[in-house]
């Protein structure tokens, strides 16, 4: 097994060829090793080399067989990578668990454009990031030091690609939604770096779909007002309205300028309205 220094090593020729992948055998030769330290706290070898690598390989250049594909799926969604010491908050840990959630949309995308994955592998993959988001605690965005951890966001990546393939139903499609829904209802922590445009992206790649019905779509985004409506205490109350505020307020706007849906931008402006404590006062 390489360590950090070693890999590095491994893997700076590729960075130097923008991760182009000239000699599949030795990409696929380190794909072991890159797994093993994709939680690093160097930000350089995790995000830089690692993720940027397989990132590449995977989706750009496919060049890693379906062997090497099902090895860094199933490790991923293994307990000692997506789950590893999951429920920590504050704890380095955090890293190796986004690290891991966010191969899972490159192995997904390289999927739907040369199918390799049964049914079954598929909805395996989503129950284990709808577990991910449940019970995934620490929610920090940029750590000083070790830089992103991003775990909502990198989770928020993986339904994305989730929503966009063939294999996920209605019913799949309306859990998807239903896990945004209470990842956004968090009263302890204000989304500050971007998860809400995440999130809100792979709402919009669920809509794309169009196969859940507008009621149902209606719905679920009113039960975002009911739940800003039933918290009174502070700072809860302000915490979660401004996560809400924010995640609607950019699927709003995301839909105006690439899918526009009147039915559903109506029901958003509704539930905005709902939780403004300032729609309903008449101006001095």
Known sequence: MLD????????IPFAQNDFHCADPAAAAALVTDMLE?????????????????????????DCLGEDAL?????????DRHMFHRIGETGADSVFRRSFSVLLLPLILHR??????????????IKDGVLRFLHEELDHRGFVEGPGWAHAVAHAADALEELARCPEMGA?????????VRA????????YAFGEEERLATAV?????RQILPDAALAEWVHAFADTVREVESPPQKFILRANVKNFLQSLYFRLQWTFPDRFLSEAIDRALFRINPYANRSAD
């Open 70 to 78: 099902r090895l860094i799926l199933q490790t991923a969604l293994d």
């Open 4 to 11: 950090e220094n070693q890999l590095k090593e491994k893997l």
């Open 183 to 190: 990842v956004i209802c968090d009263p302890e922590r204000i």
């Open 37 to 61: 330290h994709n939680g690093s706290l160097d930000s350089e070898l995790r995000d830089d080399l690692i993720y940027s690598a397989l990132a590449t390989w995977v989706t750009v250049d």
């Open 204 to 208: 919009l790649s669920i809509l794309r």
């Open 171 to 179: 019913a799949d499609l309306g859990e998807l939604l239903a896990a």
């Open 111 to 124: 999927h739907r454009a040369r199918p390799f994955l049964a049914p079954a592998e598929v909805a395996g």
